[in-house]
């Protein structure tokens, strides 16, 4: 088993919809966590920490279950430009470092 | 932009060769880490250097190695190329000690022939 597994995807949604990204991860002793966003051809960008307490940027909104060990990711009101894939990361300490991936989801988001 | 910069962009290499990757990290990074994304695949950690030392390695063999210079700035070197190491390296700088997420350079794209 990955330590860090996604849906599978990819997500093929119309502008304007409500997309849910779903990540379950192993090792218990993660300590941060975080959705990266990566364009075709190109480098993931971070997109947005996650916290116990739950967040909110804009249209989009991460959530953390620590007793489930499960992170999502909602997309509101998706728009063309939202079309990427969108990697869920976990890492062992307090400081971002040692990042472990998850193979990612890909998002197209249809006129 | 986040300032991260590697070059070069793209090579092309034959099995057996090696091949040497460079990545100038962030100003006021210290940190700066590997990794190898194949294609379709989310990045594998290969290993980290902070402050010009090894600190944390993933799943790779030994022909895969590194450097941090003074400077911050980092080599990735791979000896005895294979055609599965084709991929793209990234590489991300962060600082140590403190809050921030990691933060990656373009990468560069290696082709194996």
């Known amino acids: 088993r990955k330590e860090v597994e996604q849906d599978p995807g990819p997500f093929n949604v119309p502008e304007g919809a409500t997309v849910a990204f779903n990540c379950t991860y192993s090792n218990s002793a993660s300590q941060s966590f975080f959705w990266y966003r990566q364009d075709c051809r190109k480098e993931p960008k971070l997109l947005m920490s996650?916290?116990?307490s739950g967040n909110e940027d804009g249209r989009f909104t991460a959530q953390l279950n620590r007793a489930s060990q499960y992170i999502s990711l909602l997309i509101r009101d998706s728009k063309l430009s939202d079309s990427a894939t969108y990697l869920c990361?976990?890492?062992?300490?307090?400081?971002?470092?040692?990042?472990?991936f998850g193979p990612g989801t890909r998002l197209s988001v249809l006129p | 932009e986040t300032g991260v910069t590697q070059s070069p962009t793209h090579l092309i290499k034959t099995r057996g060769q090696q091949v040497t990757l460079r990545c100038s990290s962030q100003?006021?990074?210290?940190?700066v880490s590997w990794y190898q994304q194949a294609l379709g695949q989310g990045p594998q950690f290969i290993f980290q250097?902070?402050?010009?030392?090894?600190?944390g390695r993933g799943n790779f063999p030994p022909r895969f190695s590194g450097l941090q210079f003074p400077n911050y700035s980092s080599e990735l070197n791979v000896n005895a190329l294979e055609l599965d190491d084709s991929a793209l390296y990234l590489c991300?700088?962060?600082?140590?000690?403190?809050?921030?997420?990691?933060?990656f350079g373009p990468g560069t794209r290696l082709l194996v022939l």
């Open positions: 990361v976990v890492s062992r300490d307090n400081y971002g470092q040692n990042f472990v």
């Open positions: 250097y902070y402050r010009e030392e090894e600190n």
């Open positions: 991300a700088s962060s600082s140590r000690g403190g809050a921030e997420t990691q933060y």
């Open positions: 996650v916290y116990s």
């Open positions: 100003s006021g990074h210290n940190t």
